[in-house]
């Protein structure tokens, strides 16, 4: 099974600073990576798959890069919003899909 | 619009059983694979579960194995979990998700149900 691991755990941020959240996987799982934002008491929301590809409706500040075992989730601007607990996720070794840990945008 | 709508959760004993449901609208349901996510209070995203467009095929987590069961009814858009012999930290939300591409059993999941809580608790 690949472990997913994420970094920082917490992330403080000011509205408007860039936010760079990581996440590494413990086997090349190619680009078959997605991101997803949840916020207290909602579903996860699907913002990136395929390492890179932005879903569809989500704004054009969420990037995302890598491929391999080491992944990029950027936030250009960060929004009000955007404040959430962020997962990745690989689908390349299956089963089991497995996530990582997620990592805390939180206001700084 | 694509919507997923689960219910069946509850509060039940160690040992004990129940069903989920999750009725699916807004896309052709048979075309894609399926899946239940769970997520224990406080904790992050754990997968339990596929099941194929078709049917025909299913895959768990070892976690829930040989206690759960996953089918599918697309005559009515709804994906059914039978969970047995339920444990204690079995306790989560239930999410069903919908994979993002047609007929491939892997993928991103694009549509996320609000979820269902199940208590295993004496």
């Known amino acids: 099974e690949i472990v997913m691991t994420q970094s920082p755990a917490t992330l403080s941020v000011s509205p408007g600073e860039r936010a760079t959240l990581s996440c590494r996987a413990s086997?090349?799982?190619?680009?078959?990576l997605a991101w997803y934002q949840q916020k207290p008491g909602q579903a996860p929301r699907l913002l990136i798959y395929g390492a890179s590809t932005r879903a569809t409706g989500i704004p054009a500040r969420f990037s995302g890069s890598g491929s391999g075992t080491e992944f990029t989730l950027t936030i250009s601007s960060l929004q009000s919003e955007d404040f959430a607990v962020y997962y990745c996720q690989q689908y390349n070794s299956w089963p089991p899909d497995t996530f990582g840990p997620g990592t805390k945008v939180d206001i700084k | 619009e694509m919507q997923l709508v689960e219910s069946g959760g509850g509060l039940v004993q160690p040992g004990g059983s129940l069903r989920l449901s999750c009725a699916a609208s807004g896309f052709t349901f048979s075309s894609y694979a399926m899946s239940w996510v769970r997520q224990a209070p406080g904790k992050g995203l754990e997968w339990v579960s596929t099941?194929?467009?078709?049917?025909?095929?299913?895959f768990y987590a070892d976690s829930v194995k040989g206690r759960f069961t996953l089918s599918r009814d697309s005559s009515k858009n709804t994906l059914h979990l039978q969970m047995n012999s339920l444990r204690v930290e079995d306790t989560a939300v239930y999410y069903c998700a919908k994979r993002l591409g047609r007929v491939v059993i892997t993928g991103a999941f694009d549509i996320w149900g609000q979820g269902t809580m199940v208590t295993v608790s004496s």
């Open positions: 099941i194929s467009a078709s049917g025909n095929t299913t």
């Open positions: 086997q090349i799982v190619s680009s078959n």
